[in-house]
């Protein structure tokens, strides 16, 4: 089930930059491989926080 998820979510990154028409979509695509990392990062660190701060109130 695991290499099945991976395989349908894994993307060739290379061959879009070999396609891209400009710079400006390969910036597009860096970008839009990179971001739900950093939503994912920032929303387990928003759950951290507020796990901690709870925690720490008691």
Partial sequence: MRQLFLFIQQSNIEKKMEEAPDSAYEIGVVIGSYLPF?????????I???????????
């Fill in 48 to 58: 951290y926080y507020y796990n901690k701060k709870k925690r720490g109130s008691e």
């Fill in 38 to 46: 950093v939503v994912l990062a920032g929303i387990a660190y928003a």
